[in-house]
């Protein structure tokens, strides 16, 4: 799993069918000071994060479990909202 | 899923018998703001996006599922053409 | 499998339900000296690894196979704590 | 998908047994325009490519799919031979 | 597949009880010239490499295919010993 920030919405109508109804949030990965590191990626949700939340997601095929289908093709998911981060190190 | 944008195709007569009749559609990762980021990807489509049009695609073993034979051995497949990206942040 | 440091933990109250009572371990990628590299992940724990110590984990949908439910939506799991390493050439 | 170019040949007598009798190229990750980008793989190969072809590949799970044994443990797989790439933006 | 060179060994007496009795082979991914590049990976082994040895190791959940165990959380495995390579444009 990654940290990540919720920074945006993608919308596409046309899209492949299991895929209908998800909502398709541009997720920011970020280090535990919340700094922004890496490239945005689309995740679809399923805890009700909204933008601007830090949340944990994850990526590959393990997301699609999330999905009302989970044979969607669907490789990146948000599994959780941050309440706090205790960081040591670093 | 990532942001991308599609800058070519890729011809291939000999190929796996599985991939016969999909197109190859060369998919540029891009950011928010459409800017390039990382290297080319060679995609097949499932929802109809042309030369030019920013897209929505997966990679790994999900990628296959939108394949008529789902044992494909395909990583990477377009899902959704973007309509518009709402970004902050960024 | 990588060598990691935990140096945190991720709390997070809203979440996957299959992800409730596991702790979410912030984990630095080491290199066989120690030394810091890449990205911290977040990783679920198996083997009752505590903040500071240096452990193997693994990333991608066999991270899942830890889990009490092995279709959690889970992508990385520490698997073992490290006593020591012989590294050679670095 | 990735392009690539083959630019070589692994030899290794002793192997896993489900890899038996296949052919190890070391292949170039290419962008569109042929020059070499990124780290040099192993891939199978399923289509005949010889040194010096421009090929496309798959890694992960799904490349085991191209494999007589299709339980083998393979990460990387040629599946298809370049004809001609055409390429916009870039 | 990947090009590697085993350089060390990494010793966890606590770890998933799948992963006992086998041994944790610091692998440092190498070009076909043999020079290192990017990060030590720690894979199983099945085919007896030792220390020093060039190798070709797989990663993802292919790797657990390997184990006497397949269920085993496991994401990186050494699969052939390497002979010789021969590489050419590079």
Redesign the interface.
């Known amino acids: 799993?990654?940290?990540g920030?919720v920074?945006?919405?993608?919308?596409?109508?046309?899209?492949?069918e299991?895929?209908v109804g998800t909502k398709?949030l541009?997720t920011?990965?970020i280090?535990?000071d919340g700094s922004?590191?890496?490239?945005?990626?689309?995740?679809?949700d399923?805890?009700?994060a909204g933008?601007?939340e830090r949340v944990?997601f994850?990526?590959?095929?393990?997301?699609?479990?999330?999905m009302s289908d989970p044979?969607?093709?669907?490789?990146?998911?948000i599994?959780?909202?941050?309440?706090?981060?205790?960081?040591?190190?670093?």
Do not use: W
Not at 7 to 16: H, Q, V, Y
């Open positions: 799993m990654y940290l920030q920074i945006g919405l993608a919308i596409a109508t046309r899209k492949d299991r895929l398709l541009i920011q990965p280090l535990p922004f590191s890496g490239q945005p990626i689309i995740a679809v399923s805890v009700g933008i601007g944990i994850v990526t590959g095929s393990v997301a699609a479990r999330i044979n969607a093709p669907c490789d990146a998911a599994v959780g909202i941050i309440d706090s981060i205790e960081s040591f190190h670093r």
